[in-house]
């Protein structure tokens, strides 16, 4: 095998995100429900000779030096790969959405590449090298919808109903660090349980994020009117400008305003990548 075309890289959304508190070390504790929509960036490899990586735009660009450069070379590195690699990459999430595009390309690209190279690292390999590349990335690898604790790593996979959702990203974007270092970010949620969660999954909790979120970036809050007035209840997902709302059956919805991203999402029970690694090192053939 010397490619693979057409690699999904699917987006996420938090169906809720409550801060329950701080570690010494000043990362958040998080909980949260992570939920796969199909909403996707797409990448494609080339094997190359050598171990000389390159990526081409052809969507969106990109900076230089992103997570999926950054994934494959840590594949490289955790394993001693001497193979390289040609990835083009397909851009069409929006950046600073808080729907984890980076995340889920860096995630892509350590499943493609291990297939490519045969490098043959199971899931929780995997996910050790993607901890280190983002605290979204071990939610994509491991490819289910989730409930989410600690600062990102410890994953519970839940059953969602299957929806349509509403995702609009306005123009502005958020940087995620200055919504964390905000004085006037609540910190104190009580603790959730999963089954307080499943009597009422799409209307559970709340973006602890958001209040400082639209201090910061009042394209939020203009979002947020925007399905108001169409009699939809939205929040915010993660900790960027996307806002989402689920949409009841038959709902017309209008025209985007001028400059923003509007998509109608349904959600997905199983990442398209799934099985793409062993969940179990025994199982591995090496």
Known sequence: M?????????????????????????????????MLIDWHDTLHFERRPGEALSREDIGEPVPADDLVLRAARALQSATGCGQGAHITLDKRLPAQ???????????????????????????????????????????????????????????????LPSSRFLVAKPPAGLDTAAIFRAPDLRRDSG????????????????????????????????????????????????????????????????????????RECSNMDVHPLAGWASSDSSSVGR
């Open 97 to 159: 959405a808080g729907m984890g595009g980076g995340s889920s390309d860096a995630a892509s690209c350590l499943l493609a590449l291990n297939r490519l190279w045969n490098t043959g690292l199971d899931l929780p390999e995997l996910a050790r090298i993607g901890v280190a590349l983002g605290a979204d990335v071990p939610f994509f690898l491991h490819g289910r919808n989730a409930w989410v604790e600690g600062i990102g790593e410890r994953i519970a996979p839940v059953d």
């Open 191 to 262: 603790a959730a349980i999963i089954s307080g969660f499943a009597a009422n999954p799409l209307q559970f909790g709340r973006n602890d994020l958001q209040p400082v979120a639209q201090r910061l970036c009042p394209d939020v809050g203009l979002a947020l009117e925007w399905l108001a007035s169409q009699g939809l209840a939205g929040r915010m997902t993660g900790s960027g400008s996307a806002v989402f709302a689920p949409l009841p059956p038959g709902h017309q919805v209008p025209p985007a305003p001028p400059g923003w991203l509007v």
């Open 2 to 34: 010397n490619s693979l075309y057409d690699v999904p890289a699917p987006a996420k959304l938090n169906l809720f995100l409550h801060v329950v508190g701080r570690r010494e070390d000043g990362y958040h504790l998080l909980q949260s429900v992570f």
